[in-house]
């Protein structure tokens, strides 16, 4: 094995399901185990058969993996049984060609929590992976509270991951439970064990208690260990465990460490990361390092001015290697570097001495002064530029709109209620006048129908509005004082049927108007993507 070879341990089926508000099901589980396998990841833990149903549902018809190895987690054996007559080693031995057993090395929790003799528990490890050894093909230890255990008894702790080690266990992996341990600690400790088991069967396991999960795996991965445990995007119990996500480019690119993940795999890394967050139906994290959004994103003047000469000023690596790319954002504190760069991104060509662009500087500027945030619409921003170059024609004009709510409380208590929205809209497309009506849940649904009505008449507009999806609507009060008077922004993420997304933005003291102004600017921004001639309105 090569000094430089570290083995990825990927938990997050089973700490992952830890997470609060995380429920995976047996599907769920599959689809993570696919991606994590499409990355190469050595060892997918898969969860604990036994414990669930959902983990029984999942061994009973574990996916077919072509890159890594299906690991099944259990404990060792219970105090006053044989290792032979213990339910739990039974299952796990019939689950997975490889298994994960944890047991305790702190001597703190072999008395308080077991409430059994130290040298009870060292004999429920070295039987326990003895046992399997002789029907699993490969057999790992997990000690559990290592760390504190080995501060509070250096010696015991020591025993523990020596009895594992010496009845064959591939791998003892040092856990630091409770999260609590710092990288200088890590360190020295690690560097204390490697003398005592070789680092090339040493893994580690940390917690994120401290918010150092990440510099602990790499901290003990310089003091020798070869193994690293964690979980993609740091999902698990309390605040998470180590992030495998950001431990694997930076093991690869800052460290040179061989994780066994080809360099064209590693660009999968944002869009795996994705697939996690789409499976449990929530927004991607945008600070994410290496994945987020915002990893690659340039704000101030100062900086897209250096970016531009040199990305290497104000980026730590080139974005397209973790399958990522550069946001150049547009802000009030924008320049005419930001403004020139933002072009070059949406294909637009134009002088940088033109008056146009001073114009957008201003432009921008005055906007968000009333409340607009270009940084997270570039939609908006798009359409703003294109129209202030004279490249965007107007495809309809609203000329009036009303939307009217009504409530209906249907019986004496009070509690039988019927909400209703009804939008009515006036609309000029080319030569043409329209009124339409339509009801929706809510009065932004109804606006959008009603618009919709009016566009879906058009031929030469049918096919790009019906792909059109509104899948994201965020409200904010940006202004103090009475909030019912505040003025408004309104933030709307759209979809089509290939999958593009984008995002627009409208202000307005009027919630409706506010709303209209995002809808308008997403309807434009798809006809004018799918090239679309405008009618002209």
């Known amino acids: ?132 050894k002789s029907q699993v093909s490969e057999v790992m230890f997990d000690a559990e509270h290592f760390f504190d255990g080995y501060k509070a008894n250096r010696d015991y702790a020591l025993a523990a991951i020596k009895a594992a080690y010496e009845a064959g266990a591939r791998w003892v992996v040092l856990c630091d439970t409770n999260g609590g341990t710092l990288p200088d600690e890590i360190f020295d400790i690690v560097t204390d064990v490697c003398t005592h088991v070789p680092g090339g069967n040493v893994g580690i396991h940390c917690h994120n208690d401290t918010e150092n999960a990440v510099a602990n795996s790499l901290a003990a991965v310089r003091a020798g260990v070869r193994q690293v445990q964690g979980t993609l995007n ?34 999968h890394l944002r869009r795996i990361s994705h697939i996690l967050d789409e499976r449990l139906n929530r927004e991607p994290t945008r600070q994410a390092a290496y994945v987020g959004d915002s990893a690659f994103a340039h704000k101030g003047g100062l900086h897209v001015s250096a970016v531009e000469k040199n990305p290497a000023c104000y980026e730590h690596i080139e974005p397209e290697l973790v399958g990522n790319q550069r946001h150049i954002l547009v802000s009030d504190q924008a320049g005419r570097s930001n403004i020139l760069a933002r072009f070059r991104e949406i294909g637009v060509e134009v002088d940088p001495k033109s008056d146009a662009v001073g114009k957008l500087v201003e432009a921008v500027k005055q906007r968000e002064f ?68 339509a009801e929706g849940n809510g009065p932004v649904n109804a606006l959008d129908a009603a618009l919709r009505k009016v566009l879906l008449t058009v031929p030469e507009y049918v096919e790009a509005v019906q792909q059109i999806e509104l899948i994201d609507y965020k409200v904010r009060i940006i202004t103090r004082g009475d909030g019912t008077r505040a003025v408004t922004r309104v933030m709307i993420e759209s979809r089509d049927a290939e999958g593009n997304s984008w995002s627009t933005v409208g202000v307005s003291t009027n919630i409706i108007e506010a709303s209209y102004n995002a809808l308008r600017d997403s309807i434009t921004y798809k006809l004018f993507k799918s090239g679309v001639r405008s009618q002209h309105a």
């Open 234 to 267: 740091g999902l698990g119990e309390r605040c998470g465990n180590a992030n495998l996500i950001s431990i694997i480019p930076t093991l690869m690119l800052k460290m040179g460490y061989d994780v066994g993940i080809s360099h064209e795999q590693l660009t």
């Open 370 to 437: 009333d409340g607009y945030a270009y940084d997270g619409a570039e939609a908006s921003f798009e359409l703003l530029a294109r129209k202030a170059l004279g490249e965007l024609d107007r495809y309809f004009r609203v000329t009036s709109f009303r939307v009217i709510d009504e409530r209906r409380w249907v019986d004496e208590q009070d509690e039988q209620v019927i909400t209703m929205s009804e939008a009515t809209v006036k609309v000029v497309v080319g030569d043409g006048q329209f009124m339409s009506v």
């Open 1 to 132: 094995m090569s000094d430089k070879r570290v083995y990825l341990y990927d938990s997050t089926l089973r700490d992952g399901q830890q997470t609060q508000g995380v429920d995976f099901s047996a599907a769920d589980k599959t689809a993570i185990a696919k991606a994590l396998d499409e990355l190469s990841i050595d060892y997918i833990e898969g969860g604990w058969p036994g414990a669930n149903p959902t983990d029984d549902a999942f061994f009973a018809n574990p996916p077919k993996l072509k890159n890594s190895k299906l690991t099944a987690f259990g404990m060792t054996r219970r105090a006053g049984r044989s290792a032979s007559n213990d339910p739990g080693l039974t299952t796990l031995a019939q689950s997975a060609p490889i298994v994960c057993m944890v047991g305790k090395s702190w001597d703190f929790q072999v008395t308080e929590a077991l409430g059994i003799e130290l040298s009870e528990n060292l004999a429920m490890i070295s039987e326990s992976i003895a046992h399997l």
